[in-house]
T-cell receptor, first 113, second 113 residues
Framework: GENVEQHPSTLSVQEGDSAVIKCTYS??????FPWYKQELGKRPQLIIDIRSNVGEKKDQQIAVTLNKTAKHFSLHITETQPEDSAVYFCAASKSSNTGKLIFGQGTTLQVKP | EAGVTQFPSHSVIEKGQTVTLRCDPI?????LYWYRRVMGKEIKFLLH????????ESGMPNNRFLAERTGGTYSTLKVQPAELEDSGVYFC???????????FGPGTRLTVL
């Protein structure tokens, strides 16, 4: 069935370092890949997304890359700050279908000051 | 503009009892989704409404779960009777017709004792 694997499950970096979270999806028909950030006790917030017709997208300190052939996509956070500490979820969906999101297991990112 | 709201924020019930969760989507959003996150695992899709119609309920665990969206506005998710394994955080999300971006509510944390 549809599946998204996300790694690592936890990630600890020093302030100012970069962080990379990787996801692999199983359904080759997936064409929309959002990333959500969930701070403690708050709702998941969309931080960036990418569609299958694009290989890379950047928004300030965050970027996402997509390799359709390998069915991999990654989130890159540069110059991390303590406020970047949160749980990050990747997801995949087939936007031509119902649009349901298939999520990865989540990555708990800790940025140490 | 108000975001997606959910009520209650927390619910603690005993096994065998009934609980009803409510979700108010962003005004004008035809798509409404229910998801659940159990014990630090991935966020899992439960079902999808388009207006008042169930578009996809493939993620509903069993017939103890009943979702409704009468009138195509707010939605309720009833669990009857609740079991221990139903504990988790129930999220609602909404999106505009024809768009991919889903906006999440803060979730309802359900604890079944």
């Amino acid at each position: 069935g549809e599946n998204v694997e996300q790694h690592p499950s936890t990630l600890s970096v020093q302030e100012g370092d970069s962080a990379v979270i990787k996801c692999t999806y199983s359904d080759s028909a997936s064409n929309y890949f959002p990333w959500y950030k969930q701070e403690l006790g708050k709702r998941p917030q969309l931080i960036i997304d990418i569609r299958s017709n694009v290989g890379e997208k950047k928004d300030q300190q965050i970027a996402v890359t997509l390799n359709k052939t390998a069915k991999h996509f990654s989130l890159h956070i540069t110059e991390t700050q303590p406020e970047d500490s949160a749980v990050y979820f990747c997801a995949a969906s087939k936007s031509s279908n119902t649009g349901k999101l298939i999520f990865g297991q989540g990555t708990t990112l800790q940025v140490k000051p | 503009e108000a975001g997606v709201t959910q009520f209650p924020s927390h619910s603690v019930i005993e096994k065998g009892q009934t609980v009803t969760l409510r979700c108010d989507p962003i005004s004008g959003h035809d798509n409404l989704y229910w998801y659940r996150r159990v014990m630090g695992k991935e966020i899992k899709f439960l079902l999808h409404f388009v207006k008042e119609s169930k578009q996809d309920e493939s993620g509903m665990p069993n017939n103890r779960f009943l979702a409704e969206r009468t009138g195509g506005t707010y939605s309720t998710l009833k669990v009857q009777p609740a079991e221990l394994e139903d504990s988790g955080v129930y999220f609602c999300a909404s999106s505009l017709a024809g768009t991919d971006t889903q906006y999440f509510g803060p979730g309802t944390r359900l604890t079944v004792l």
